[in-house]
């Protein structure tokens, strides 16, 4: 007679595995209808006085932006750059990129695998993409992640999900996403001070991140088809 318990328990493993997309999609609804007006202020009032607290805190929004995907990163960085110093703030802020990417990546790699190879076996033209990762994952996912086509969450879920190597993943992905960050950071210190040195530097790194994009876009035409 045939055991059928190991083949239940397969069954019920490939279930679990859907269970953080679907925790996902349930967060991502929630915030979807109830934050719409979410606000610097409205961060401002969630965080402690407390430094160590108040980063605890902001690194946390970050985790639930990472699963929400809806709540956008240049409130978290400015709403960084108020409660602390620009320094410590730039700190906190790269901290929270480092989870904000993270757990999408995780969440892709444990469930959204056997989508992925389902879709490959089906559309073989997905394979091209697969393709191009594994000439040069550091490159592809820098250019995904600095082009921004796909919003950084759920690229982070499908990166996960093309079993991308973790550490070419985050090094790259902090790599191309700092630039903004520190940009972002130092406006929103400097926001009352337009005229001052930060100020002037942060739209300098805006303005050389949109030319250094536009240059990544036009030389690697093939990942972007």
């Given at each position: 007679m045939v055991d059928l318990k190991p083949m239940k328990k397969t069954k019920l493993l490939e279930k679990l595995r859907y269970l953080p997309l679907i925790f996902m999609g349930i967060f991502f609804v929630y915030f979807a209808f109830n934050f719409r007006e979410l606000s610097v202020n409205d961060i401002l009032n969630y965080t402690p006085s407390?430094?160590?607290?108040?980063?605890?805190?902001?690194?946390?929004?970050?985790a639930i932006k990472s699963i929400s995907v809806v709540i956008p990163l240049t409130l978290l960085y400015i709403s960084s750059s108020i409660i602390f110093s620009w320094y410590w703030a730039i700190i906190?802020?790269?901290?929270g990129l480092f989870v904000s990417m993270t757990i999408p990546y995780y969440i892709g790699k444990f469930s959204g695998k056997d989508v992925v190879d389902k879709l490959m076996s089906k559309y073989p033209k997905i394979n091209k993409v697969n393709d191009i990762k594994v000439k040069n994952q550091w490159a592809f996912v820098f250019i995904v992640k600095i082009l921004g086509f796909i919003p950084n969450d759920v690229s982070s879920i499908v990166l996960g999900s093309l079993n991308t190597d973790y550490k070419a993943f985050i090094i790259s992905s902090v790599l191309a996403k700092t630039p903004m960050m520190l940009a972002k950071t130092l406006i929103g210190a400097n926001i009352n001070q337009p005229g001052s040195k930060g100020f002037k530097v942060a739209i300098l790194i805006s303005i050389l991140v949109f030319i250094f994009t536009v240059v990544i876009y036009w030389k690697n035409k093939d990942i972007n088809k």
């Open positions: 407390n430094y160590f607290l108040a980063g605890v805190i902001m690194v946390s929004f970050f906190v802020n790269l901290i």
